[in-house]
């Protein structure tokens, strides 16, 4: 998890001040949240594209009330492959070479949380780099936020000091990176201390990365998320969703184990394991929504949740009904109790509150039918645990679910705040 501190060492002093200057306005509570937000950035490559991916989704603004980065810096140091890495379609792409020159006009897309502008080189000569460069320096000077790029191997000459100066007085809040930096074989921190020397900044406010292989791009977004409120701000309203899809991942993978336990016997199996995949999804879960809690812990929320002896109820219940084997009941019990009490966690650590057993049953229930529906598929006789995993599992992912609550959210009135608890209670 990234400290707040060390993201503020990142910043160039033109983008410091700017940030100073709009914290010292910031309410106190505000600032937490501002924090908190920051924190939850993720720090893995495919999580941060599911998190730009989900700006798109939540937001649904047009390009005009998005934060506007534009990517500036001299021909072929790699802006248009940085582009392409923000953009989620491909049809967007820009065109990418080794000749310098191949951007010849702005180019601009969606990347979800902000809207992403590409630019010509900006130190180009002649009449025709002369024309480009007016574009690209118009393009900065529209933007709300600057990504200045250099490259890692030509580093930072003349030219490339007179663009800096350039543009770091624009007003902007920006970030530099130099990229290239998988060529960098040897010393990449002396790298770093020369462009730095040279730009007349610290080593920290340069930001290494690669935009061939991805590198660092995480890093890269965290900063910018430090240094653009407006980026925050849209963090802040795709962060529920972009969190209930990473435990919904975990929910698939637990409710699909809790299946295939089940399988074997009956009338209901030991509870045990289920109760240990259902702590181990629990504390997957905490973590997505950033509370520190110990196994033990996860544990004794599972049990005070209940779910075992609903379970067993909601077995006994359906197979007087009859008309259902044994085996298929159990493991639509077994999975959908697993998913309800994942959504249950949700709840519990996104607002503290504890869903009534009331609408736990009737979430188990429903869930059942819906899994005792798409399992009847997979055939008369009875399965392997791998291939009841699987099954369970893909139905699962494909969910419209998984990609948004407001199904479940509607199948009951507010929950009832039976427990509370302290938020973020240390382990
Ligand atoms: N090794 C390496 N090559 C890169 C990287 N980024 C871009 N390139 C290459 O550099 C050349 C110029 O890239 P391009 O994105 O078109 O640069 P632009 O002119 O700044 O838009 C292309 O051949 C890219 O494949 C990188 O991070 N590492
Ligand atoms: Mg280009």
Do not use: C
């Not at 779910?307 to 909601?314: A, C, D």
């Not at 055939?379 to 494909?398: H, Q, S, W």
Request: charged letters at 20%.
């Amino acid at each position: 998890m990234a400290n707040f501190d060390d993201l503020l060492k990142n910043l160039t002093p033109q983008t410091r001040a700017i940030f100073d200057a709009f914290w010292s306005e910031l309410p106190l509570p505000d600032r937490k949240n501002f924090v908190e937000l920051i924190q939850a950035f993720p720090s893995e490559a495919n999580l941060v594209q599911l998190l730009l991916k989900m700006g798109t989704n939540q937001l649904k603004l047009t390009f005009g009330q998005k934060q506007k980065v534009a990517i500036v810096g001299p021909a072929n140091v790699g802006k248009s492959t940085l582009y392409n890495h923000f953009v989620p379609q491909k049809s967007d792409h820009a065109e990418v070479s080794p000749l310098p020159g191949t951007t010849k006009a702005i180019q601009e897309a969606d990347a979800g949380l902000f809207a992403v502008v590409d630019t010509p080189g900006a130190d180009a000569v002649g009449e025709v780099g002369q024309k480009e460069r007016d574009a690209a320096l118009a393009a900065a000077a529209k933007a709300d936020f600057l990504i200045i790029v250099f490259d890692a191997i030509q580093g930072i000459k003349q030219t490339e000091l007179e663009l800096y100066r350039h543009l770091s007085t624009l007003g902007k809040p920006f970030v530099v990176v130099l990229n290239k930096s998988d060529l960098i074989k040897k010393d990449i921190n002396a790298v770093l201390e020369h462009a730095a020397n040279a730009l007349s900044i610290q080593k920290d406010q340069i930001i290494p990365i690669s935009a061939k292989t991805g590198d660092h791009l995480p890093e890269l977004l965290r900063t910018m998320a430090v240094a653009e409120p407006g980026i925050v701000a849209a963090l802040g309203q795709a962060l529920p969703q972009y969190r209930w899809q990473l435990a919904w991942r975990a929910i698939a993978s637990a409710a699909s184990v809790s299946a295939a336990i089940a399988l074997t016997p009956l009338p209901m199996v030991d509870f045990v394991p289920l109760v240990v995949t259902q702590s181990v999804m629990v504390l997957g879960i905490a973590r997505i929504y950033n509370y520190k809690i110990t196994m033990n812990r996860a544990r004794e929320l599972v049990v005070s949740f209940g779910l075992g002896f609903l379970g067993r109820t909601l077995f006994y219940e359906l197979s007087k009904l009859g008309g259902v084997p044994g085996w298929l009941l159990s493991s639509a019990v077994a999975a959908s109790t697993t998913v309800v009490m994942g959504y249950a966690a949700v709840i519990w650590f996104e607002r503290g509150e504890r869903l009534s057993n009331e609408n736990l049953k009737t979430l188990s229930q429903n869930l059942t039918k819906v899994f005792l529906q798409n399992l009847k598929s997979i055939g008369k006789r009875k399965p392997n645990k791998k291939g009841l995993k699987t099954a369970v599992e893909e139905m699962l992912n494909d969910s419209p679910l998984g990609q948004n609550r407001e199904v479940i959210d509607g199948q009951f009135s507010e929950p009832s705040s039976e427990i509370k608890e302290e938020k973020n209670e240390q382990a």
